[in-house]
């Protein structure tokens, strides 16, 4: 969030001072309002533009295993432009690359991630077959099936997206 403000900041200042060189070359020809409309424009498109890519570029840092299963996508009032094209403020990824499967269940790493506050990672085993999952709070290890002694399962709709990913791995 702060290398975001100084890249506001700088990229502000960049553009007044291009904008300023312009008008010095062209003997004021450009009025004088120009210079604090240009800083300020280029600082709103930089602001719309980090708010619209995190998305992309948080989930491309993750690696390749992530897959983006859900993402919630909001308008709010102090930003008038999501009023056209919502802005994705949260999204959930599952992590394919540590799978642990045994006996049609899958063990695999949620990633809940949330624009301007601390990520979680949620460790989770999917029954396949059954259609349920169950939060793993302590990690899972080498033995999954002592992992999953005393485990609150919760029952999924069939279409539930992070299920459906999850369970790709027996594939």
Known sequence: MLLEFIAVIALGGGTAGIVMLIQKLTRGALPRWSTSAAAGLAMLGFAIWSEYSWLDRTAAALGPDHVVVTSVERKQIWRPWTYLVPVTTRFITVDMGKTQIKDRIVATDLYLLSRWQKGAVV?????????????????????????LIGANWITLEENDPIFTQACTALN
């Open 123 to 147: 460790p989770v085993a999917f029954d396949c077959q059954l259609g349920r999952r169950a939060d793993i709070f302590a990690g899972f290890s080498d033995d999954l099936a002592a992992d």
